[in-house]
């Protein structure tokens, strides 16, 4: 006699949909070895190379003149905890001050117009740590590369709540400005 009854298997966990996709591809290593003072990928000015690629990146490289612009730090009298002054630093520190200046609801600051900028498809600049700063005036200026003015330049480096890191790119010196004054700013990006 033939039974009707049709057996249930038990139930099989599936993993998560999320679980199925392949894993994002890792940040694409450079295709190309850099030396200090040639164009970067972004068309600007490669002024460091850690020699190794590890976290993401291996070279900094500076926006050409044409990006360069004068603006205010922003966040004047605020606290920014957790800028930092090491190469490497830079990109956090744009992310902690654009955080910063949201919350405050300001506008058209350093760090929210190098954000703001493409060039040759990129769209990851940030404002250079103090000692990323250094590098920049160290590597290019002094090389008169990249056409620097005689001016103050921002770094992303905070000093006090009212005031924070620049450099002179006429004499080199580190100095500190008041956060709602005027400096340049050279966005970089790291690759």
């Known amino acids: 006699m033939v039974s009707n009854r049709t057996s249930i298997s038990p139930l099989v966990s599936l993993p998560s949909p999320s679980a199925l996709l ?9 295709e190309k070895t850099y030396k200090i003072g040639d164009r970067g990928p972004g068309g600007g000015y490669v002024f460091y190379d850690k020699g190794i690629f590890s976290n993401g990146w291996r070279y900094l490289e500076a926006a050409s003149e044409e990006f360069e612009f004068s603006a205010e730090w922003g966040a004047f009298g605020k606290n920014i905890a957790g800028t930092e002054y090491s190469v490497g630093s830079g990109k956090r520190n744009t992310n902690l001050i654009t955080h910063v200046l949201k919350t ?32 920049m005036y160290h590597n290019l200026k002094r090389k008169e590369l990249a056409q620097f003015k005689n001016k103050d330049y921002w770094s992303s480096s905070q000093l006090s709540e009212s005031w924070a890191w620049s450099q002179s790119f006429k004499d080199g010196q580190q100095i500190s400005n008041q956060k709602n004054g005027l400096c340049y700013i050279r966005p970089v990006r790291a690759f």
């Open 22 to 30: 392949p894993p994002p591809p890792p940040p694409t290593k450079p």
């Open 104 to 135: 405050v609801g300001e506008t058209e600051k350093a760090v929210q117009r190098a954000a703001g900028i493409t060039s040759d498809t990129y769209d990851d600049w940030f404002i250079p740590s103090k000692d990323e700063l250094n590098l």
